[in-house]
């Protein structure tokens, strides 16, 4: 029997490309974004389910597994790839409003669709929940205050997450992309991972053999010092 995905953030960036190279693998998708144009072409090009949500809402987020489980029938792996960092910022101009958005998008919405994923999957001792964090975790860099705690927060659950879902025979993976040439800047980094080559190294771990988990990834591009 085929498998199925739930990716999140799959209207653009490494999200898209997830969506691309598992349709290709035979995989059945449930795709989600805020975007209602671009992820209706996604849909379109990829023959695949889904809908338009916002992650900073918690029921939305909760009932976007519920979809996804509904139209699939069953969820096999769940892409928690959606996130954000809004402004590369000195610590003066965060707001208290940057924080609860981007704890809500970076943490809050990753947890909550990993218990649902889990409840799910865990009943039938199979299936594979992929967090995407950032290589910002294992270093520091001003300016990046906000994500950064938010990333290292998530990197903390998936941790816990590892363990509680081997009990139930549920494969966990944590990737740590470097600088990926993405939208996710205002500015193009050429010199920076191809959208394709960072979500070719999701793939890989999503496609490992059955008897192997992938706990953590680190990749980076080759221009990049900072760890
Ligand atoms: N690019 C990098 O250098 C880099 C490096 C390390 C890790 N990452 C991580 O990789 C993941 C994907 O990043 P990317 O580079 O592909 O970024 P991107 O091109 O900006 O794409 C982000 C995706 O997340 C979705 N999203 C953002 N806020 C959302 C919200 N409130 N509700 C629902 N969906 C939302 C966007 O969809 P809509 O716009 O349609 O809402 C979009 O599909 C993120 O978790 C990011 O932190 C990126």
Do not use: W
Request: with cysteine; net charge positive; hydrophobic share 40%.
């Amino acid at each position: 029997m085929g498998r199925n995905a739930l990716i999140t953030g799959a209207t653009r960036g490494i999200g898209l490309e997830v969506a691309r190279q598992l349709a290709r693998a035979g995989f059945g998708l449930y795709l989600t974004g805020r975007d209602e144009r671009r992820l209706a072409g996604v849909r379109e090009e990829l023959r695949a389910a889904g809908q338009a949500r916002d992650l900073r809402d918690p029921t939305a987020v909760v009932e976007l597994y519920g979809a996804a489980r509904e139209a699939l029938g069953r969820v096999d792996v769940l892409v928690n790839n959606a996130g954000f960092n809004k402004a590369k910022d000195p610590l003066s101009r965060v707001t208290a409003g940057d924080l609860d958005d981007s704890y809500a998008v970076n943490v809050r919405a990753p947890i909550l669709l990993a218990r649902e994923a889990l409840r799910e999957m865990g009943g039938r001792r199979s299936g594979h929940i992929v967090n995407v964090l950032s290589s910002i975790v294992h270093t520091r860099m001003e300016n990046y205050s906000v994500y950064t705690t938010m990333k290292c927060a998530l990197h903390g659950f998936t941790g816990c997450l590892i363990k509680e879902a081997r009990q139930v025979g549920v494969k966990v993976t944590g990737v740590y992309p470097g600088g990926v040439d993405t939208e996710f800047r205002a500015q193009s980094r050429p010199d920076y991972l191809r959208a394709e080559s960072a979500a070719r190294m999701i793939v890989d771990c999503i496609l490992a053999p059955e008897d192997v988990v992938v706990h953590e990834l680190t990749y980076r591009p080759m221009v990049e010092s900072n760890f």
